[in-house]
C-alpha cells in the first residue's frame, strides 16, 4: 500500500506519523503551489471552489508518482466538502488512474476506521499507539503555530522567526515518543520568546472562516504573515486540533455547539453548514474580548460563508469593530490583498492610536 492524502497547513505532519508507524508507505504531495493549483483547475468543475481545486491537484500528483490509495474526510450537509472525496474519486479514474480511495464519513468514522486497520493488518493497541502519536505532534506544531502567530508582529527579526518555527517543526516531524514531541515544542517555543521585543501594544486581529482556507496558507494567500509585517498581531480561530476536540469528541461536540450557539444568538440561529455558525461565533466572541479587528477568509462560491458574510456586516455595526471580508479563489492576485491588508492596519492602527491619546 502507498497511501496519500490532500495538504491542510500541517496535518501532513500527524498522518505521515500515523502511517510510518503502521508500517505504510506515504507518498505526500508537494505544498500547495501555482502548480498544484493550475492541475487541480484543469480538471476541476468549473465553479468549484479553490479548496477542492488545490485537493485534487494534491491527489492527482500523488497518483502520478505511484499512490495507490488515497485518504481523506468526508461530511455532510449544505457544505460541499461532503462531495469532495466522491467527486475527486470519479475525476481521477475517469481520467484513468486506479487506486483504493478511503472516506472517512463522520457517520460511520468508527466503521471506517475499523475496516482500515483490518486492511493494514495492525492490531488495535498498535493503531491507537501510532493515533496518539500523530496527535501529540498535530497538538504541538498547532500550539507553535500560535505562539509564532503571538510572537511575529513583535519579532526584531520575522525572517529569523520563521526559520526557527520551520526548525522547530521538521524536529516534532521527526520525533519518535511523546518527551521528545513536549521537549522540541518547548525548545521552539522558547526560541521564539527570545526573539520578542518589548514595545507597545498592537492591534490584534481575529481571522476567521472556514477550516481549510483559515489553515492552508497558500489558498488565504498567506494572510496572517500580510497582517504581522504590517503591525498586526493574527489569532486563527480555528486550528487543526481545535477543531478534531470540538467536533469529532462527542463529550466536548455538544458543549462547543451550545457555547457557539449562545455567543451567535440573535444573529444567526442554527448550523446552516460549513464553518458559517463557527465564523459568527468567533467574531462575536471576539467583538466581545477586546479584538481590535475581524479578518474574513473563505473561497468564493462557499453558501455557508456567504451567508456568515452578510451577518458579519451586522455585527460590524452593532459591535462597532472593523471587519474586512477576503472571497479567495484561483483568480485572486496577491497584490490587490496586499493593497487591502495595508488599508485595513493604516485603519486598526490610527484607531488604537487614538484610543490610547484619550486614556
Known sequence: MKITFPHMGGVYIPLKTLFEELQVEVVIPPFNNDEMKGLGCKHSPE???????????????????????????????????????????????DLGYRFTFICLEPSTLHGDIRDFIKKVGCGYRTFLRALMLGWKKLEAVDGLQKKYWTCLPYSRDKEKSQTVLRN????????????????????GSNALDSLRQATDSLPRVAVVGDIYTLNEPYSNQNIEWLLAEQGIEPCRSI?????????????????????????????????????????????????????????????????????????????????????????????????????????????????????????
Open 47 to 93: 465553479y468549484s471552489c479553490l479548496p477542492f481545486k488545490l485537493i485534487l491537484g494534491n491527489v492527482l500528483h500523488s497518483l502520478e508518482r505511484g499512490a495507490d490509495t488515497v485518504i481523506m474526510l468526508g461530511g455532510s450537509g449544505p457544505c460541499r466538502f461532503g462531495y469532495f472525496g466522491h467527486l475527486l474519486n470519479m475525476i481521477a479514474r
Open 239 to 359: 486550528y487543526t486540533s481545535g477543531w478534531v476536540k470540538n467536533s469529532l469528541l462527542p463529550w466536548n461536540k455538544k458543549a462547543y455547539y451550545c457555547r457557539a450557539k449562545a455567543f451567535a444568538k440573535g444573529y444567526l440561529e442554527d448550523c446552516i453548514g460549513g464553518f458559517a455558525l463557527d465564523t459568527v461565533y468567533h467574531a462575536v466572541s471576539s467583538a466581545e474580548t477586546g479584538f481590535d479587528g475581524i479578518v474574513h477568509v473563505f473561497p468564493v462560491t462557499c453558501m455557508p460563508e456567504i451567508v456568515s458574510r452578510q451577518v458579519l456586516e451586522k455585527i460590524s455595526l452593532e459591535k462597532k469593530i472593523p471587519i474586512m471580508s477576503l472571497a479567495l479563489d484561483e483568480h485572486m492576485e496577491r497584490t490587490g490583498v496586499e493593497t487591502r491588508v495595508e488599508a485595513f492596519a493604516e485603519l486598526l492602527h490610527g484607531k488604537k492610536h487614538n484610543v490610547n491619546q484619550n486614556l
Open 168 to 187: 522547530a517543526v521538521d524536529q516534532i516531524a521527526a520525533c519518535r515518543s511523546v518527551p521528545e514531541i513536549k521537549s522540541a515544542a518547548a525548545a
